[in-house]
Structures are given as structure tokens and as C-alpha cells.
């Protein structure tokens, strides 16, 4: 169950004109090359959207979110993930004082960590965007946490920057600095910063 699972989640989405009903399916018999291609199309394409339309929406796919095993297709072609980011943060005290706070980024790894470590990177991957914003504040919060080390001057803002570039294709110059976006301002929750820190309940 597992394998099946976790092979129908990653399977691609269809092509946007089958999923959009705009193309049928169906072989064409007009030609040997018609009807090769059709029927190749009319196979893989009807696969994947049989798995989008019934299996990708079932209750089975909760197993795979349940346990972390999902994954998305954004590594594989054709168009596969072109954004190299990470996140930085500066942390805010209640004295003035500044401080650089550093997402763990698995380029920093060692190859062990790296494996243990991946959700990092793949949590920022998701948690970055526009339509993920609602996650911005939790992760303030707990970076506001991790720095929480005086109880007389806990933090009192966090500012999130995300630092990236588009890597090329193939055979063209690739890019040596990073952007910086600085893309959200939290003002900490001192209250439940202190209760999540243990100091207060």
C-alpha cells in the first residue's frame, strides 16, 4: 500500500488541456503515426488523469501527509524547481539590540545532516510564498523562541528576508550574489513566548 501510495502521489498532474477538458481522448486511425502518437496520448495522458481526477483526491492520499512521505514533481522534468532560496532573519530586542538569526540551510550541512535535515529546506521551499503567508507568523514565533535567551530582554520583532536567485539552464552564466527580500515584520507574542519558553503558564 505504502508503494502504490506514495508512486500515485508523485505521478505528474496531466497536461492542462486534458485537465481543462479542452482536449478528449480518443486514437486516431487516419495515419500509422496518428494513431501511434494518439494512442500514446491517449494512454499516458488518461493514466495520469484518472490518478489527478480519483486517486490524488481520495482518503488514501491522507496516508501520505499523515506519515511526510509525499512529494511533489517540482525536481523532474519539464519544468523542474529553477530557485535556489534560503532565509535569513533579524531579531529585534527589547534593549534595542539586533541580532542576524539564520535558518538551518542544508547547503551548510554535513552529508549525515543533510539527510536528517532536509525538512528544512523543503518547509522553507513551501512556506516563503504568497499563498503561504498564513505561515509567516509561526515561523517568526519560533525563531523569536530560539533566540529567547534572557528572560529581562526577550525579543520583540522579527523581520524575515528571503535570499535567492533563478539558476540558469545549461551552458549559461549562472548567478554569484543573491536577492534579498525582506518580506514580513512580526511583533513577537511576549506572552506566548514566555509560556512556550517555560517561564510563565
Do not use: C
Not at 533579524?90 to 554535513?110: A, H, L
Not at 498564513?134 to 523581520?159: C, G, H, K, M, W
Amino acid at each position: 500500500m505504502h508503494v502504490v501510495t506514495i508512486t500515485m502521489w508523485t505521478l505528474p498532474l496531466p497536461k492542462k488541456p486534458y485537465r481543462e477538458g479542452t482536449i478528449g481522448f480518443g486514437v486516431k486511425t487516419s495515419s500509422p503515426g496518428e494513431f501511434v502518437h494518439s494512442f500514446s496520448n491517449t494512454v499516458t495522458e488518461g493514466i495520469l488523469y484518472f490518478n489527478w481526477k480519483y486517486i490524488k483526491s481520495s482518503p488514501l492520499m491522507y496516508y501520505a501527509g499523515t506519515v511526510g512521505f509525499w512529494q511533489y514533481w517540482d525536481m523532474f522534468a519539464p519544468n523542474p524547481a529553477s530557485t535556489d532560496l534560503y532565509l535569513t532573519a533579524e531579531v529585534t530586542f527589547k534593549n534595542g539590540q539586533v541580532k542576524p538569526f539564520k535558518f538551518p540551510r542544508v547547503y551548510d550541512f554535513s552529508i549525515p545532516e543533510k539527510y536528517a535535515k532536509e525538512r528544512y529546506r523543503k518547509f522553507f521551499e513551501n512556506a516563503n510564498g504568497a499563498d503561504e503567508r498564513f505561515a509567516s507568523p509561526y515561523v517568526a514565533q519560533r525563531i523569536a523562541l530560539e533566540s529567547f535567551t534572557d528572560p529581562a530582554n526577550p525579543p520583540v520583532t522579527v523581520t524575515l528576508t528571503r535570499n535567492f536567485y533563478q539558476i540558469q539552464p545549461p551552458g549559461q552564466p549562472q548567478p554569484t550574489e543573491y536577492s534579498h527580500f525582506t518580506y514580513y515584520t512580526y511583533q513577537v507574542d511576549e506572552q506566548k513566548l514566555r509560556r512556550d519558553a517555560g517561564i510563565e503558564q
